[in-house]
T-cell receptor
């Protein structure tokens, strides 16, 4: 079966750095997405990786290792507004997105 | 530009009733999707449409139907609602090119009693 694993919840301090991991086992791979979802709101697109390596976008970076079935989202200089759930999703061989359950990130002052 | 709109925002429904959730996008995206999101579970695909006039089944299609008469609209119908269909429903769209990033509507919170 297809599976996306990510931690259920993480806590970090304002101004710090946090890394949210995602491991996957899917039938085929056509890219990995990270989305942010604030409570009660829709998911919003953060990043896309299809090749191995690090993609940096402001305070957020995303890393992919296809051989290890592994990705992480790195958030720097954490702000209170970064408190949200972070969803990892992999596009499989049928070009459908397989979603992880999400990681709830709690930021403390 | 509104992006994707969904209606209603929330609804309480008696079991056995028929309900249609509406979704409209103004981005001229080819592909549209319906997901449900339940606590502790990832988003699960119900139905999708790669282009107007075509639809396909996702991971959890039973009890739901869709139609795609034009590019902009993609309604989801529950023919006879059951309590297990209590969920938050998100509609999404993508242009079907490049990274094929999906963009989401604000969601409909549905409670079936």
């Amino acid at each position: 079966g297809q599976n996306i694993d990510q931690p259920t919840e993480m806590t970090a301090t304002e101004g710090a750095i946090v890394q949210i991991n995602c491991t996957y086992q899917t039938s085929g791979f056509n890219g990995l997405f990270w989305y942010q979802q604030h409570a009660g709101e829709a998911p919003t697109f953060l990043s896309y990786n299809v090749l191995d390596g690090l993609e940096e976008k402001g305070r957020f970076s995303s890393f992919l290792s296809r051989s290890k079935g592994y990705s992480y989202l790195l958030l720097k200089e954490l702000q209170m507004k970064d408190s949200a759930s972070y969803l990892c999703a992999v596009m499989d061989s049928n070009y459908q997105l397989i979603w992880g359950a999400g990681t709830k990130l709690i930021i403390k002052p | 530009i509104a992006g994707i709109t969904q209606a209603p925002t929330s609804q309480i429904l008696a079991a056995g009733r028929r309900m249609t959730l509406r979704c409209t996008q103004d981005m001229r995206h080819n592909a549209m999707y319906w997901y449900r999101q339940d606590l502790g579970l990832g988003l699960r695909l119900i139905h999708y449409s790669n282009t107007a006039g075509t639809t396909g089944k996702g991971e959890v299609p039973d009890g739901y139907s869709v139609s795609r008469a034009n590019t902009d609209d993609f309604p989801l119908t529950l023919a006879s609602a059951v309590p297990s269909q209590t969920s938050v429903y998100f509609c999404a769209s993508s242009d079907g090119t490049g990274t094929d990033t999906q963009y989401f509507g604000p969601g409909t919170r549905l409670t079936v009693l």
